[in-house]
């Protein structure tokens, strides 16, 4: 059976953790399904981690749904989730459809849009029509340039009062979910129990009801220093270093191609 919005909802009423990991394309999705990750997000993250972008503020929609459609053929049955990317969403509720109802056409399940406040009012009309939407609290990387770099949110009480009155304005408007990015763990545990739907931390300590990564993290394939928040369960960036140079030695040293790997 197909993943839905249900059953992330249903994991948090009955207490059981999970997990989302980006995905970009086909192959990372067909493997990241068949690891059992249930939800997997289409992050405008694609900017700064597969297309070489300093910030995910480049990122357009055709590039979106280029990596979206890519994924969906990859992980049909599990929920997809799209970034809505900066500026899609910004001008009107009317420009927030009309691209949220593109992804949904390019086969996702969902959308996720940054901010609180007037994003819940967008929420709203999303929802009227259908399309479910993730919201995304704290640290939201579309801000970073009003946020003056990539900086924790939610440390004074005006902010936390201000992040907890957004996750309830998101809930009201028919949010199905919330992504608390880089914000401290309590706040984090305390919007968790603020909200009866589900709650997705990264970088925002232990107490969310799901947790997410960059799959490139996850992987080890991100080359450089990684987010506090981030770990790497495997080292494949090395083995793909090591893996292309021993292809190279046996190509300079003529055992590759052998027979085996030669048509007659």
Known sequence: ???????????????????????????IARLLA????????????????????STTLPVTMGEMLHHGRAVVRGAPGQLLIA????????QSAAQAVASASAFLKAGLHGVKLEGGGWVAGVTERLVECGIPVMGHLGL?????NAF????????????????????????SAGAFSIVLEGIPSELAAAVTAAVAIPTIGIGAGPGCDGQVLVVYDLLGITRGSMPKFARAYADIGDSIVAATRAFSDDVAAGVFPDDAHSYR
Not at 34 to 51: F, I
Not at 83 to 90: E, L, V
Request: charged share 25%; glycine share 10%; no cysteine.
């Open 83 to 90: 970034d809505m990317p900066f500026g899609s969403y910004h």
């Open 148 to 171: 003056g770099g990539f900086r924790v949110q939610g440390r004074s009480s005006q902010a936390r009062e201000r992040i907890l009155a957004d996750a309830r304005a998101l809930e």
């Open 140 to 144: 939201t990387p579309q801000f970073v």
């Open 1 to 27: 059976m197909p993943i839905t919005i249900h059953d992330l909802r249903a994991h948090k009423e009955r207490g059981e953790r999970f997990v989302m990991v980006t995905a970009y394309d086909t192959a």
């Open 34 to 53: 068949e690891a059992g990750v249930p939800a997997l997000l289409v992050g405008d993250s694609v900017g700064n981690n597969h297309l070489g972008y």
